[in-house]
């Protein structure tokens, strides 16, 4: 199987629901969670998504590098928000209380409380991003999409890349040790400069060979009918079941008590220094 | 009589791209329940015919057509490609390229998913057809999993899942091994008797062809077809050479026998036609195999181990010596370590344990860049090697990486232009090179830095008789003027026979076999074990209980390639 993106069959309850029941829950819960800067809701829905990973028997070492990317990208996102609208929680909030330092620059629990917020955001939505990947066969995957009414084609797109990006891997691979045995030093022996024209090297033939795949694979796409029809249907596509509706119930439930928060704190906020 | 399926008269077409037209004045039919071979060299006009049937001509390849013609009565440019596709099924040279789905099942589903069939209905169908193909068991496994024969059944099981009645073959043999060559025509074969198939197979092989009992041939040269009939007129013509293409071997060996062909029955089916009054006429062609005369050692594979992954060994204590000057071929069925064997020569990956000597000298601890001067390699595919955009520049720049003076530069590119026939076209833009041209500026490109041994992977893919003749007519030329050793990877049977001086054979990273070609082919054993096929003349020769069918085969060589 293609497990570019972490894909593997396990026999979960998650893994037997629909790629669109899926796609479904997580646009409804991260929308929501976008939208709610509620940090007892957040903090509950991060929770949840973490349970949710255990259910779905995905391991630390398979997701391990998504994490440490977003904790990165995360972290770097804060310190941009602390150095360039260091003030702006105190502007949400409508108080101010100085941790330390003065005036501009000054540290505030509201602006922290803000960015801790922020951070609950990548916590929560991280883990089902997560569960959606890693559940969903890339086929099925493209099958929901498609359900979701993104046309077809477009839909389609995300499942040809996933079939040939190996091919192109192993392409470049191949055009990289020609090159190098042209004389186009890329190995560690040679300086940046030499390295990155070495580089520019693959890029000519790799865009070539791969022009010619297009070519090839859009005419066995078309002798095939592709296109002909409005609508498709999808061979990995899993039949409907009381699990979807489960799920569908389920990510409803969850919107509920977001949108009862949002009336009941008369907005997006949860203001705990009022 | 049955109407025909297909019926051109005087079809006559241009793409718009070019000046002149590529097809002149095609007049033929095909009737339901045959299974026609067209043949033809390379620029014959053959590929630009199976568009027309198949609808990519006028739809992807705009052009102007003019004559009439229909496929089952209605007029084939008036239908849509998606129409055409119901009823003629098209497998693709390129069965790696056509696989378009993530899996299996789903490369034999979509045309039904794109028709918007039922899932329930699409899963019956796709069952149904992937036993039928022996791919039952594989429904699950992606491209990357599978060998050239299984890619190729499922594209036969993907278009045969629409139950059209007839179905288009291009160059179905181009990308697979022998054996797998002949199942796959077999298969054709059986497919066509039990579905009472129309079966079209483009295709420049005859002597693989011939074994899938084809009902008639329609020879093209140049975009007209100069001859269309039974396969036994067709051989007995002799129109095959006259157009490109390489006769069957048992008939090259026939007419060096000087028997008249013409008055023989059954002459295309090397399994029935019977020749036994001429036995003693073809055992006098009889002719004692050249054996090795290189005995200098020049590049040894010493204990070589090599895994890509610590579980599964690959090599494990391999141990080879190159002669010097020899022309060596490496078989083997894929995946068995061939290619990775000439990329641990050239540094392109590295042994877990081991050595190798060049005339004497480890060469494990220089780069790629380094050995490259010592160890030519030229791969499959020439676009995976071309970067510059003029013949020139391409051969021309090893050498300048290579720090060479300018006027060396311009003296070394030239030799090596001429020695391959491209000189006067060196300010060419490579883009207006021909397939066999561009494999021959690649092994220009390689030549220049006058490396001692030559690697070459298929070197004969994709290019018809007058083509590799001319490659092998070069290439014995190299060897014989430079003393360059040469490897040639591959699966060709011809150029095995008639080329190769001595073959390694590799099974799972065991060297099993180190013999003379002539030797290999009448060794039914080590054939199978490599997944290769014995020729005709391997055939004939059991048939007329002649022994050392070696010493045939190399009847059909005695004209050297290169006559210094």
Not at chain 2, 54 to 64: T, V
Not at chain 2, 220 to 238: D, L, Y
Not at chain 2, 403 to 429: C, F, G, N, Y
Request: a neutral charge.
């Amino acid at each position: 199987m293609n497990n570019l993106f972490g894909y593997k069959k396990r026999n979960t309850w998650l893994n037997h629901t629909t790629g669109t029941s899926k796609l479904v829950g997580f646009l409804l819960l991260t929308t929501m969670g976008m939208i709610s800067y509620d940090t007892r809701f957040l903090f509950a829905l991060g929770l949840f998504a973490v349970i949710l990973m255990q259910t779905a028997q995905i391991k630390y070492r398979e997701y391990a590098v998504m994490l440490k990317l977003v904790l990165i990208f995360a972290v770097i996102n804060l310190v941009m928000i602390a150095v360039l609208a260091p003030q702006y929680g105190t502007q949400l909030y409508g108080t101010r209380h100085v941790v330390f330092g003065s005036g501009y620059w000054s540290i505030t629990q509201e602006q922290l409380f803000y960015e801790f917020n922020l951070l609950l955001k990548y916590l929560f939505s991280l883990p089902l991003a997560i569960i959606l990947l890693f559940t969903t066969n890339p086929s099925e995957f493209s099958a929901g999409l498609n359900k979701i009414g993104v046309p077809y084609k477009i839909a389609y797109a995300f499942s040809i890349t996933l079939r040939y990006i190996p091919d192109v891997q192993s392409d470049y691979h191949t055009i990289n040790l020609a090159q190098q045995a042209r004389g186009y030093e890329i190995s560690k022996k040679a300086s940046l400069k030499n390295r990155a024209k070495g580089a520019v090297q693959i890029i000519l033939p790799l865009v070539f060979t791969s022009l010619d795949r297009i070519e090839t694979i859009s005419q066995a796409m078309e002798l095939r009918r592709f296109g002909r029809q409005k609508q498709r249907s999808w061979y990995q596509e899993q039949s409907f079941s009381i699990r979807d509706v489960c799920m569908f119930i389920g990510s409803l439930i969850i919107v509920g008590i977001g949108v009862a928060l949002l009336i009941h704190n008369g907005g997006r906020l949860y203001n705990p220094f009022k | 009589m049955t109407a025909p399926l297909i019926d051109f008269k005087h079809v006559t077409f241009k793409y718009h791209a070019q000046a002149e037209p590529t097809l002149h004045d095609l007049s033929f039919q095909i009737y339901p329940g045959e299974k026609v071979l067209i043949a033809g060299a390379s620029g014959s006009g053959k590929t630009t015919l199976l568009r027309l049937l198949n609808g990519l001509i006028p739809q992807a390849y705009p052009g102007d057509v003019s004559g009439s013609l229909t496929l089952n009565g209605q007029d084939i440019l008036d239908q849509s490609l998606f129409d055409l596709s119901l009823q003629a099924g098209t497998v693709l040279q390129d069965s790696d390229a056509q696989f378009v789905g993530l899996t299996v099942a789903e490369d034999i589903a979509f045309a039904l998913e794109n028709d918007h069939q039922p899932v329930g209905k699409i899963k019956t169908a796709v069952s149904k057809w992937a036993k039928r193909f022996g791919l039952g068991e594989r429904l699950d496994l992606s491209p990357q999993a599978l060998s050239g024969g299984q890619k190729q059944r499922t594209a036969m099981a993907g278009v045969l899942v629409d139950d059209g009645k007839l179905l288009l073959f291009d160059e179905p043999l181009a990308s697979l091994d022998p054996a797998a060559g002949a199942a796959a025509m077999a298969m054709i074969d059986k497919l066509q008797t039990e579905r009472d198939l129309t079966v079209v197979i483009i295709e420049h092989r005859i002597e693989e062809v011939l074994n899938a009992n084809v009902d008639r041939v329609i020879v093209m040269s140049q975009g007209r077809i100069v001859a269309n009939g039974t396969p036994t007129k067709i051989i007995q013509s002799g129109i095959l050479s006259q157009n490109g293409l390489d006769e069957p071997l048992y008939i090259q060996l026939l007419r060096r026998a000087q028997i008249d062909i013409t008055a023989i029955p059954r002459i295309s089916d090397v399994k029935a036609v019977d020749v036994s009054q001429h036995k003693l006429a073809i055992e006098q062609l009889k002719q004692t195999v050249k054996r090795d005369r290189h005995l200098t050692p020049q590049l040894i594979i010493e204990d070589l181990d090599f895994s890509y992954e610590r579980s599964q060994p690959l090599f494990k204590q391999f141990h080879t010596v190159i002669n010097q000057g020899e022309i060596l071929g490496i078989v083997g069925k894929n995946g068995s370590g061939k290619t990775t064997l000439s990329h641990l020569l050239t540094g392109f990956l590295t042994p877990d344990s081991g050595d190798i000597l060049l005339d004497g000298t480890s060469v494990l601890q220089q780069s790629i860049k380094e050995r490259a001067d010592h160890i030519g390699y030229v791969l499959q595919n020439p676009n995976h090697m071309i970067t510059k955009t003029t013949v020139f520049e391409e051969v021309a720049s090893g050498l300048i990486l290579r720090h060479v003076s300018e006027d060396e530069i311009e003296a070394r590119v030239r030799r090596v232009l001429k020695l391959i026939d491209l000189d006067s076209m060196r300010h060419w833009p490579i883009s207006a090179l021909s397939f066999g041209q561009k494999k021959r500026l690649t092994i220009a490109s390689v030549l220049v830095l006058s490396p001692e041994i030559l690697i070459l992977d298929e070197p004969t893919a994709g290019q018809d008789a007058t083509h590799t003749a001319n490659l092998l007519k070069f290439l014995s030329r190299i060897n014989h003027n430079e003393q360059t050793t040469i490897i040639i990877i591959t699966h060709d049977m011809h150029l095995l026979a008639n080329f190769v001086q001595r073959t390694l054979v590799i099974v799972n990273g065991q060297l099993i076999g180190d013999t003379t070609p002539a030797e290999l082919l009448a060794n039914e054993q080590l054939v199978e074990m490599a997944s290769l096929c014995t020729t005709s003349i391997y055939q004939l020769a059991a048939r007329l209980d002649i022994s050392h069918p070696e010493e045939l085969n190399a009847a059909i060589v005695t004209e050297p390639v290169w006559n210094p």
